[in-house]
């Protein structure tokens, strides 16, 4: 998808997307929050739209949040403002595949069912590793696409409707997995009835020095 495509289209699903994509995403959210609050430090959001998950992040963490979405970052701003998230330092409007952040900054990175939305992912994800300290995780929940059976077919069918639909329903997990400064560390699916898939990757140490 287009930057353009992807600002139009969820301009028409902000107001209406914690009812219907935030309703059937909420389980992995929760287990990939979950999991960041067993640890420290700072947490980028990448793709923060409503701002579902903020509220989750236990108040230990220094969470920042952005998106390339005014209409759904709106939300989110509410949200921090109207449940006194002051963990919450900071929510941006910001292109995923040009981070304004330095080299390292970062803890934890995560994306939650973003990859398959944004353009140039293996962009996105070169950015989040280069923002993730060494030793810290980059973290991604999404759906990606079937080799075989009926689900498989579905995901091929609706391929073409991306850019109404918001994101990629064929998109092929080895495109979040070649990043050189980073390790898998684990790869689990995720409810509902596994369609998605968290995935835990580490940063190099040694790529870290190499930059």
Not at 29 to 39: E, L, W
Not at 64 to 72: F, L, N, R
Not at 186 to 200: H, M, N, S
Request: proline share 4%.
């Amino acid at each position: 998808m287009e930057l353009a495509a992807v600002k139009t289209t969820y301009k028409y699903w902000a107001p209406i997307y914690d009812y219907t994509f935030g309703l059937i995403t909420r389980a992995g959210r929760r287990k990939v929050v979950d999991y960041v609050n067993t640890r420290q430090g700072r947490v980028l959001e990448i793709g923060v739209g409503t701002g579902l998950s903020l509220h989750r992040y236990k108040p230990h963490l220094d969470v920042t949040g952005i998106d390339v979405s005014p209409d759904m970052l709106d939300k989110a701003r509410q949200k921090v403002a109207e449940k006194g998230l002051t963990h919450v330092t900071r929510i941006s409007e910001m292109d995923a595949r040009s981070l304004a952040f330095p080299d390292d900054h970062f803890d934890t990175v995560v994306a939650m069912y973003l990859v398959s939305v944004v353009p140039e992912p293996e962009r996105v994800l070169a950015e989040m590793a280069r923002v993730c300290r060494a030793g810290g995780e980059v973290l991604i929940v999404n759906h990606f696409a079937r080799r075989k059976g009926v689900l498989a077919a579905v995901e091929r069918l609706f391929a073409p409707l991306a850019n109404f639909i918001g994101w990629h329903s064929d998109f092929e997990m080895t495109r979040v997995l070649g990043e050189r400064s980073l390790e898998m560390v684990d790869a689990r699916a995720v409810d509902p009835i596994g369609l998605f898939t968290f995935l835990r990757q580490r940063k190099l140490e040694v790529a870290s020095k190499a930059a």
